[in-house]
């Protein structure tokens, strides 16, 4: 760890997922000893949405993909406080923060909490409490091992229905990438069994010719893709569907619901009316809305920077550098670049991948709005097809970033 750096003052950073862990690590590391971090987790660990799907056939557990916080705090000295924040934890006046007892003065807040699902627009589903909804399995988590164990007990010619909502959305190709190893899975153990996709999106979202290619070859009679449906119901009892393409019965439901930032961020007021995510000057993260609070990962407007775990990681790097720079009386960067890489399972034994980077673009000349983010055309890359190479080189693309990450 670094000693003095010429920064100095407290960061509070609440949620230690992939951004929020990465920001609390970096702020440390450039910053140095005067900079104090203090991490907000409601969690004791961070079990990983990243590789999650590979649960689902049998390829990995959730313990083998949960991450401790006992090296941030161990070796960056970052104090790690278990504790939940709701918006009426934030004094923006006095600049401090209530987690548990006890109160958290700050210079910088940064908050990297992730997403919150919006079930408004499901019919048969607004207004169910959690326990009676269907499984979204789209946080890395107790409900992942869940959806493993249903589709595990279903019958062996059931139907597992995944229905995607419009874009965008946490991890654009996962849904596909889910069809996928569900199908694999399926193909091996449950022969008769098969996957139904409700896509509300026009056409696959990521990696259309790999996932494309798999639907009608690999997993063909077995996925059964539906791109622009519309589902006018949800029967959550008899797990039936009311649908544009028909009504169709579930064995298995698993409904991943259109997404929001996370209610913290909601209620903190940083998202501006008509937008669900909160907006945010991506030189720094700042909130365009509330001074000194910056706003990093899923909860963040950044588009066309996916919603992605690579990516979080690379908004928590370009954030502690603002930062630090900030608190040690400097500018900015002007010209921050992020990058996005992207592995997904196909079966058991192959993967693809894609990857793209993002340069910042400023507002035009006169124009008092803020930059953003734009993908470097020349920089975009896309595995040719799965293969066994890509589905070894995507454990260690997952062993990097997640030490990045975490250690
Ligand atoms: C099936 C699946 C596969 C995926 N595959 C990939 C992939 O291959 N590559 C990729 O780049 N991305 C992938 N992703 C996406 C990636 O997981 C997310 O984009 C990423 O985790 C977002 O990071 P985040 O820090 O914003 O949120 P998270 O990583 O979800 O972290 C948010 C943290 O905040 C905590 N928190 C929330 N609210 C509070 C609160 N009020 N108080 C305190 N703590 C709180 C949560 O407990 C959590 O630890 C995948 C996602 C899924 C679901």
């Not at 990857?355 to 400023?362: D, F, I, L, N």
Request: net charge positive; hydrophobic share 40%.
């Amino acid at each position: 760890m670094p000693g003095p750096t010429g920064a100095s003052g407290r960061v509070v950073v609440v949620g230690g997922g992939m951004a929020g862990a990465t920001v609390a690590k970096f702020l440390r590391l450039w910053g140095g000893s005067q900079v104090q971090v203090t991490l907000v987790e409601q969690n004791p660990d961070y079990p990983s949405s990243i590789l999650s799907n590979l649960v689902l056939n049998g390829s990995t557990t959730m313990d083998r993909i949960t991450f401790k916080y006992d090296t941030l705090k161990n070796v960056y000295g970052i104090n790690v406080v278990q504790g939940t924040v709701s918006g009426g934890d934030i004094d923006k006046a006095q600049k401090r923060i209530r987690a548990g007892n006890a109160w958290y003065p700050y210079d910088r807040l940064v908050l990297a909490p992730g997403i919150e699902f919006d079930y408004s627009g499901l019919p048969g589903l607004e207004g169910l409490s959690y326990s009676q909804l269907p499984l979204h399995a789209w946080i890395g988590g107790a409900q992942t091992t869940a959806l493993r164990n249903q589709i595990a007990n279903m019958p062996s010619s059931g139907t597992v229905v995944i229905t995607i909502p419009p874009a965008p959305y946490r991890c654009p190709p996962g849904p596909y990438e889910r069809a996928c190893v569900i199908a694999d899975y399926l193909k091996k153990k449950k022969r008769g069994a098969r996957v139904i996709v409700l896509d509300a999106n026009p056409d696959i979202v990521a990696e259309r010719h790999g996932f494309s290619t798999a639907f009608a070859g690999i997993y063909g009679g077995i996925i059964e893709y539906y791109p622009g449906a519309v589902i006018t119901g949800i029967d959550v009892a008899t797990r039936t569907l009311q649908t544009n393409v028909g009504t169709i019965r579930a064995s298995v439901l698993n409904v991943i619901p259109p997404q929001t930032a996370a209610k913290v961020v909601m209620d903190a007021g940083l998202v501006p009316f008509g937008s669900v995510r909160a907006s945010v000057n991506v030189l720094s993260y700042e909130s365009t809305i509330a001074p000194a609070i910056h706003v990093i990962g899923d909860s963040a407007a950044a588009s066309p920077q996916p919603m992605a775990g690579h990516l979080a990681n690379a908004q928590g790097k370009v954030c502690a550098d603002a930062i630090v720079r900030i608190l040690s009386g400097r500018a900015v960067d002007p010209s921050p670049v992020t990058n996005s890489a992207c592995f997904s399972p196909i079966t058991a034994k192959t993967a693809s991948w894609l990857s793209v980077v993002y340069a910042y673009k400023p507002p035009l000349p006169g124009s008092t709005g803020f930059g953003r983010m734009e993908a470097v055309p020349a920089s975009f890359a896309e595995a040719r097809e799965a293969s066994s190479e890509h589905y070894e080189k995507m454990f260690k693309w997952f062993g990097n970033l997640m030490s990045d990450t975490f250690a």
